[in-house]
Each structure stands twice: as C-alpha cells, then as structure tokens.
T-cell receptor, first 117, second 117 residues
Framework: DTAVSQTPKYLVTQMGNDKSIKCEQN?????MYWYKQDSKKFLKIMFS???????INETVPNRFSPKSPDKAHLNLHINSLELGDSAVYFC????????????????FGEGSRLTVL | AQSVTQLDSQVPVFEEAPVELRCNYSSSVSVYLFWYVQYPNQGLQLLLKYLSGSTLVKGINGFEAEFNKSQTSFHLRKPSVHISDTAEYFC???????????????FGAGTQVVVTP
C-alpha cells in the first residue's frame, strides 16, 4: 500500500493550459506539503497544510492554488502554465507540530513530472 | 534564515569502498538536520536525522552522520557502499524555533553518488 500517492506521474501540456495534480496519504498524518524540484534537482517548499488549514505559502505565484478537501488529500491546481513551471512536484506528509516525531521527517510521494511545451 | 551547502555535486565511488558526503549549514537559530536519499525516478526517503543528544547518528542502509556544531557540519558516511547506493543524497535543515516552520526543510543542492563495480 503506497503511503503517499500522487497522480498523474507524468504530465505533458501546452503553455497557457490549466492542470491539476492530486495527492493522497494513508499515513493518518495531519500535515501535507507541496515541494518543487527543478531541473537542477533543487528542492523548495511551496505550500503546507495542517488539517486542511494553509500554514506555509512560500512566495508562489497565485497561478498555483492548493486545495485540501480533507486532511488526507492535498491537490495542486496550476493556471496558465508557463515554461518555467516545468519541474517535478512532490507531495509529502508528516506528523504535525506538538506530537512525537521529528519536525522535518517528511514522507514523500514519487513525484509528478510536469513538462510544459 | 538557514542555508545548506553540499560541497560535492557528484561523488564517484567503487563498490565496497567507503564514501563521505559533506554538508555544511548556516543558521541564526537552532536547527534539526537530516539526510534524505532519492533513488532514480522516486521520491525522497529519510536516511537519518539529528535532533539532539549524541552527535553520531545512525540511519538506514548502514549510513551514519556526525553533527559538528563548531564546524556547522553534518557529514554523511558509509564504510562500504553497494551498487544499490547509487542515488542523489540531500542534506536538509529545519528550523526548530517556530511551529510555523514545521516541515519547511531547507535542502542542499544534492550530491549524486555513482557506485561502480
């Protein structure tokens, strides 16, 4: 059983289109994240949600809109795609602050590779 | 704000030889330290973490790392590598001062380890 699963794994689309990536975790975690990995493999946090509430929003263009319908799901919708949006997007989850476990101990999905042409 | 420097972008190593991956960080506050591994076309997996206590930390797959506060380093080592250790390795820090930073990992640029027979 996959702990953090993302769909789709690969997404090829044209500039200007709108696309979504879905993420689900079955670990019972309250906190979920989106990280972006660029072509040089550099990883940067985009958003985090704790129990459906937005916690971190890291200077991401407002073309990116995360949505968390419940604490097990965190989706990412991207409007008006640009060439620079091409990257691998990773969903992750973790225990929330205040519980036993390590801050920063994240469980990652396998990634969704977005290519914008 | 924190920053993480991984001093080697690529480390070629022969099978059964030892390997050391170097990581230095800078931060104005106390941090937690992590090493993550990314196998080809997969998500990141936690190798080990330093939160407090003993400065020598043991992780999965025979890896260990040593926290050196005076040198602000957290180098990763393995005494004898296998072909299956070929992967990208990321050092990361997490600010432990505020819960808003929970899960907000600052990653290094990664070190590609290539193990050859």
């Amino acid at each position: 059983d996959t702990a953090v699963s993302q769909t789709p794994k690969y997404l090829v689309t044209q500039m200007g289109n709108d696309k979504s990536i879905k993420c689900e975790q079955n670990l019972g975690h309250d906190t979920m994240y989106w990280y972006k990995q660029d072509s040089k493999k550099f990883l940067k946090i985009m958003f985090s949600y704790n129990n459906k509430e937005l916690i971190i929003n890291e200077t991401v263009p407002n073309r990116f809109s995360p949505k968390s319908p419940d604490k097990a799901h965190l989706n990412l919708h991207i409007n008006s795609l640009e060439l620079g949006d091409s990257a691998v997007y990773f969903c992750a989850s973790s225990l929330p602050p205040g519980l036993a476990g390590a801050p920063g101990e994240l469980f990652f999905g396998e990634g969704s590779r977005l290519t914008v042409l | 704000a924190q920053s993480v420097t991984q001093l080697d972008s690529q480390v070629p190593v022969f099978e059964e030889a030892p390997v050391e991956l170097r990581c230095n960080y800078s931060s104005s506050v106390s941090v937690y330290l992590f090493w993550y591994v990314q196998y080809p076309n997969q998500g990141l997996q936690l190798l080990l973490k330093y939160l407090s206590g003993s400065t020598l930390v043991k992780g999965i797959n025979g890896f260990e790392a040593e926290f050196n506060k005076s040198q602000t380093s957290f180098h990763l080592r393995k005494p004898s590598v296998h072909i299956s250790d070929t992967a990208e390795y990321f050092c990361a820090v997490s600010d432990l001062e505020t819960t808003d930073s929970w899960g907000k990992l600052q990653f290094g640029a990664g070190t590609q380890v290539v193990v050859t027979p």
